[in-house]
């Protein structure tokens, strides 16, 4: 998978796809007790040990997959910032860093962003102030190896603005207007 994605191979991604549709839990997880689901996005990173980890995105939340993909070992439900009742909240997307290895940033359905450890599958902090449509990570690896993200959000007039946003602090950095019914999405590369 790792080759696939480092070369673009789409063809190889829909296969590993294909394969990552349904995972089986061994037990229950807190997401209706669902035993099985549809992989709604997912993202590989390495751990401290330097192995490879897979997150993914399904109803509901996150959760880690087994060495051999066939069930999910930890889960955490996205919900868990709302008051109770509020419905079930599922992952848009999810990015691992590779200058922070501590952290993944998910993408909810609702506009938030998530920020998660991905060791212990907890959620470090929760990102609500404006609606987040879309959003990519930008990485310097050199010496400062700082974050930033890029992301397009949903202003309440109804107008779009694409963002750029300090990571971890989400401080402001710069704001460009979209105007009314224009909407712009973000390429990820591969």
């Known amino acids: 998978m790792d080759d696939a994605l480092c070369c ?23 997401c209706g007790q669902v035993k099985e689901t549809t992989v709604l996005c997912a993202a590989v990173f390495t751990d401290s040990n330097d192995n490879e980890v897979v997150a993914v995105g399904v109803e509901g939340g996150l959760g880690l997959l087994s060495g051999d993909c066939s069930y999910l070992t930890t889960f955490l439900p996205l919900d868990y910032h709302l008051p109770s009742g ?33 060791r212990m599958l ?7 102030r404006e609606k987040v449509l ?5 990485e310097d690896e050199g010496h400062l190896q700082k974050l930033s993200l890029l992301m397009t959000v949903s202003k309440l007039d109804g107008s779009h603005a694409l963002q750029m946003r300090e990571f971890p602090s989400f401080r402001l950095m710069y704001e460009l207007e979209v105007g009314r019914g224009v909407f712009c999405s973000l390429r990820r590369s591969l």
Do not use: Y
């Open 122 to 128: 907890v959620a470090t902090n929760v990102w609500t």
């Open 134 to 138: 879309d959003m990519v990570l930008i």
């Open 8 to 30: 673009g191979d789409l063809a190889s991604l829909k296969e590993v796809q294909s394969r990552m549709t349904v995972c089986r839990s061994e037990k229950p997880f807190n």
């Open 86 to 118: 509020e419905g079930a909240v599922s992952p848009a997307s999810l990015l691992a860093t590779r200058v922070r290895r501590d952290r993944l940033l998910c993408l909810d359905d609702m506009g938030a962003v998530h920020v998660i450890c991905p």
